[in-house]
């Protein structure tokens, strides 16, 4: 069975850091990547960023230049690095395990975790 946790949320002022982190164990198959997602309270879940299993990232707009994901090399555990931290950025954020195919299409991934809640102060 494939389990996946997040990790590292947190409060944190504007301006500030944090560093999210997804264990992933059960899981099969290599070649797959790991993505993050985020959903804000009363919004849809949205792509943040994605390494797939030859390392090449994809983030989507509002991460760029601030956010960093990458994952190990046996592709068990994943990072999200995060600056500049806007209270726009609250939110719940969820790694799941990506198959290929298109990033921002949440049907290309698999075995979500719970998330980890992202709190920005003003």
């Known amino acids: 069975q494939v389990h996946v946790a997040e990790s590292g949320g947190g409060l944190v002022q504007a301006g500030g850091s944090l560093r999210l982190s997804c264990t992933a164990s059960?899981?099969?198959?290599?070649?797959?990547?790991m993505g993050w997602f985020r959903q804000a309270p009363g919004k849809e879940r949205e792509w943040v960023a994605t390494v797939d299993w030859v390392n090449t990232t994809a983030y989507a707009d509002f991460a760029k230049g601030r956010f960093t994901v990458s994952m190990d090399k046996y592709q068990t555990q994943a990072s999200l690095q995060m600056k500049n931290l806007e209270p726009e950025d609250t939110a719940v954020y969820y790694c799941?395990?990506?198959?290929?195919?298109?990033?921002?299409?949440?049907?290309?991934?698999?075995?979500w975790g719970r998330g980890t809640q992202v709190t920005v102060s003003s």
């Open positions: 059960g899981w099969s198959y290599n070649n797959h990547g």
């Open positions: 799941s395990m990506f198959l290929g195919g298109e990033k921002l299409d949440m049907q290309n991934y698999a075995s």
